[in-house]
């Protein structure tokens, strides 16, 4: 990226630098999650912002790229900037849908409206705050700004979450099978 200054984001009055912007679609109280196949994992629609490009604009491409949809940003629900092993800030904004249809697309293979209290077991380990924080806005709270860290620890266990998904699923299977078994 080429980008000399990123583009700012004010929350309480305090510009944030940022090269990322995503949104938060929400529909009776769900945020529209699309699983990514790289990295994989579940998160918001977004993406990184084109050098002549604002915030709003690529939140609002980035949707209706990946998710079909056609949207309109009705607010800001927050910045969050990094600690650890990214050094780049997001901004989050809120949408709705006004048009088009969900579809696949190369960045996001499926997607669905989630709870934060029902989220995959592989979504990416930052989104349950963003999700709580945009449902938060939604209903009237002012928009935050948060540093989130991301470290050795979130990546190894968010790493070991696929591996446990297989498992679980077997261990589900298993379970129903011999209780099946035993009513006999």
Not at 71 to 78: M, N
Not at 103 to 119: D, G
Not at 130 to 145: N, Q, Y
Request: hydrophobic content about 40%; charged content about 20%; overall charge positive.
């Amino acid at each position: 990226m080429s980008r000399v200054h990123a583009p700012t984001v004010e929350v309480e009055g305090i510009p944030w630098p940022v090269l990322g912007a995503q949104v938060a679609i929400i529909r009776n109280g769900r945020v529209l999650l699309q699983f990514r196949p790289w990295p994989p994992g579940w998160e918001l629609p977004g993406g990184h912002c084109e050098d002549t490009e604002s915030p709003e604009a690529t939140a609002t491409r980035e949707a209706e790229e990946e998710t079909g949809y056609h949207i309109r940003i009705t607010g800001l629900a927050g910045v969050y900037t990094w600690a650890g092993l990214r050094t780049v800030g997001d901004v989050l904004y809120l949408a709705e849908i006004t048009g088009g249809s969900p579809r696949r697309s190369i960045e996001a293979w499926s997607q669905r409206f989630v709870s934060p209290e029902y989220l995959p077991r592989t979504t990416f380990p930052w989104l349950r705050v963003r999700i709580i924080d945009a449902l938060a806005v939604h209903d009237g709270a002012p928009p935050v700004h948060r540093v989130q860290p991301v470290t050795l620890y979130q990546v190894a266990a968010f790493a070991t979450a696929w591996l446990r998904t297989p498992l679980d699923r077997w261990r589900r299977r298993k379970h129903h099978g011999a209780g099946a078994g035993r009513m006999r």
